[in-house]
Structure formats: structure tokens, C-alpha cells
């Protein structure tokens, strides 16, 4: 019964998350409502002792900490960044008018950069970028989509873009260089399907806002402060591998190097005090942060009731081609988290059956990384953009599903055009 109710009670909140502009209850207050119950649910249920139940938020609360610390460690970097205006670095030197031409080299740069960093500090970069090249409107919206899809493409194919990569390449199930070769191609092709789909969206030309409020100046030590953030987000990656330590750790390093040097430089001059950290905290989306809380914290309380796993099992049971599973898990993750989706595949299936670099896992990889583009709360990259731009659920759904979805499955074709 407990087990129902909660499941109820996420399907509610989902409903009520997705009609937030019919509603108008924001969708924060609807997500951390929906996870308190789901919680209150898993405790009063007698599945678990009370201290197991404690163990498990504990466990979990642990895990959504490092991302929310590293979500606002980002986005304090990408926003002290903006407060110095130091996107105007690149923005100055990218005069194409076209909107079609501007998607496709936004895209790649996109696709590129969340390989090396994360898909989540990627998109929080370059829809941040947008916001300077695109006066608000739908057009602003649908390029912050194809950087949600072209970040999560980005990410499945190497083992630090996309957190469910990493899971994989951590438990064994794939290795460095197999997994980068057997996924580029998958992934480049989800990509470029998706972007030719929403290429027709787009038309004709934009003018810069330069051209229309005037050339915007550059705060005093803007261009220092823009590559130091930007060898910051960059030396996240490095430092994980460097110390083992969790990234968040190397993201906060960041800030806290950002901090130390803006007061240094501004701390002479009082009108200087909106570059300083303090005031930039003030313009960050805590709503959007603690959107991302109550999501993880519901998904979470289905997977210690041991929802997510039945899924899986029940899955399993039903569907027999592995490839058909793991394409199933990917249009899962649209709905829920991939991390616990994933983590509950590695644990029915073990290396003897499906050993190491198995087509399997290179599947289960770029579907889990993927599929969570088809709708805006099924990745990181998508709860971010969500939150920095106040997208609308079903706007999203008919503007940027659909093409992700045809290039979601356009990838598994290439993959097992590739692999069979």
C-alpha cells in the first residue's frame, strides 16, 4: 500500500510540476513537497527500521549534497563571470546573424566542451553564453535546448562527461578508450539528427544585441577573471583524476581561488562591490537548486522502497533482448534519474554474463546518457536549463523532444549498424 501511495504521490507531483503555467505554483515548492511525502511514506512503512531508513537518507542526502555543492559552485563561478562581463570575450567575436549557422557551431562547441568537462557545468556555461547572445524568446529557448541534447550527447562518450559513463567506467563494466570508440559515432549522430530536426524551427536572421544596446564594456580585470573561471570549470576534471576526491571538491577549490582573488583586486574600490562574491550569490537561481533538490530526494525515496529496481527486474522479465533493455532504461531516465536506474542494472547483471566493453554497457552508456534529453526533467543538464531559463514542461516536450527522441533512436541505429 505504501509502496502505491508513494508511487501516486510522484505521479501527482509530476503532473503538477509539468502544468506549473496553468497552475501557477512554481515547480520548486511542488518537487520539495513531493519529496518530504515520498519520504514520510518510505519511514511510516514498516519495509525498514527506523535507523535503516536513516542510513539510507543519509546515504542519499550524502550523494545530492555533492551535486547541489557543485551546482552552486558552478553556477557562482559562471555568475562572477557574467558580473564582470567577461562572456563579451566570446560573444565579441561571434558576428554570424544566422540562426541555423549559430545552432549547428553551438552544438558541436557544445558537444565538444562536455567532454572534457561535465554536461551540467557545459550547459550552465553555454546557455549562460546565450543569454548574451539571444535576446530572450523562443529562439534563446530552443538553442538552450539543442545545448541540453548536444551536452548529454557530449557527455555519454567519454568516461568524465555524464555521471552514468563514469559509474560504468568506475565499476569496470567499460574501459577509456573502447568506450570513446564504440560511442563517438552514436553519440555525433544523435546529435547532428537532432539539430537538422531543429534547425527547422529556426529561421532567418538575429541581431546581436551589441548592434542594438550598444558595445557593452568589460568590468576592470574582467579578462583575467573570465580565464581563471574558465581554468577553474576546466581543472575540475583534472583534479578528480589528480586527488580522487569527489568533483564538487575541485569545483568548490574554484570558487574558493575566484573569491580570494576578487576581493584582492576589488576590495580598494566600494563601487567595485558588485563584482565581489557576496552580491554575485545574490543573483544566482536558489530556486532552480533546490528544484534539482526535490527531484533527486523523490527519485531517491523510490529507489530505497525498491521501486526503481521492480522496474528494472520487471523489465528484465519482460523485455529478453538485452539491446531492447537497455533502450528501455534510456526512455526510463527521461522520467527519473538515470544514476539509480544504471546503478540497479550493474547490480542484475554482473561481468560473467556481460564482461567488460560488451556491447550491453556501451549501450546501456549512451542510452542512459541520451534519452534523458527527451524531456527537460529527465537529465541534469535539462533541470538547469529549466531552471536558468523558466522553461515550461510541454513546451519543451513539443520543441525539443521530439527531435531528441528521433536522435536518440538515429544514435542506436548507428550503434548497432556499427556493433552488429
Known sequence: ????????????????????????????????????????????????????????????????????????????????????????????????????????????????????????????????????????????????????????????????????????????????????????????????????????????????????????????MGTVIFWLGVASLIFVPVFKILTGLPPFMGMILGLSIMWIVTDVIHKEYEERYHLRVPHVMTQIDVAGVLFFLGILLSIDALHTAGLLDALATWMNNTISNSHLIAVAIGLASAVVDNVPLVAAVMGMYDLTQYPTDSSFWDLIAYCAGTGGSILVIGSAAGVAFMGLEKVDFFWYFRRIGIPAFIGYLAGIGIFELIKG
Request: aromatic share 10%; glycine share 8%; with cysteine.
Open 1 to 220: 500500500m505504501y509502496d502505491l501511495l508513494m508511487i501516486m504521490t510522484f505521479i501527482i507531483g509530476y503532473i503538477g510540476i509539468t502544468i506549473e503555467h496553468v497552475s501557477k505554483i512554481n515547480k520548486t515548492s511542488i518537487a520539495l513537497l513531493m519529496a518530504i511525502i515520498c519520504w514520510a511514506l518510505q519511514f511510516t512503512s514498516q519495509a525498514f527500521n527506523h535507523e535503516s531508513n536513516l542510513s539510507f537518507l543519509g546515504e542519499h542526502l550524502a550523494n545530492i549534497s555533492q551535486i547541489i555543492f557543485f551546482l552552486l559552485g558552478a553556477l557562482t563561478i559562471v555568475e562572477i563571470i557574467n558580473a564582470h562581463k567577461g562572456f563579451r570575450l566570446i560573444s565579441d567575436y561571434i558576428n554570424i546573424t544566422s540562426k541555423r549557422k549559430l545552432l549547428w557551431i553551438v552544438g558541436f562547441l557544445t558537444f565538444f566542451l562536455s567532454c572534457i568537462l561535465d554536461n551540467l557545468t557545459t550547459t550552465i556555461i553555454m546557455v549562460t553564453l546565450m543569454s548574451k547572445l539571444i535576446e530572450k524568446g523562443e529562439d534563446r529557448l530552443i538553442m538552450g535546448g539543442a545545448i541540453v541534447i548536444a551536452a548529454n550527447a557530449g557527455g555519454a562518450w567519454t568516461p568524465i562527461g555524464d555521471v552514468t559513463t563514469t559509474m560504468l567506467w568506475i565499476g569496470g563494466q567499460l574501459s577509456t578508450l573502447r568506450v570513446i570508440l564504440d560511442l563517438f559515432l552514436p553519440s555525433l549522430t544523435c546529435l547532428v539528427v537532432s539539430l537538422f530536426c531543429l534547425s527547422f524551427a529556426l529561421k532567418g536572421d538575429f541581431t546581436p544585441p551589441s548592434n542594438k544596446n550598444g558595445k557593452e564594456e568589460i568590468e576592470p
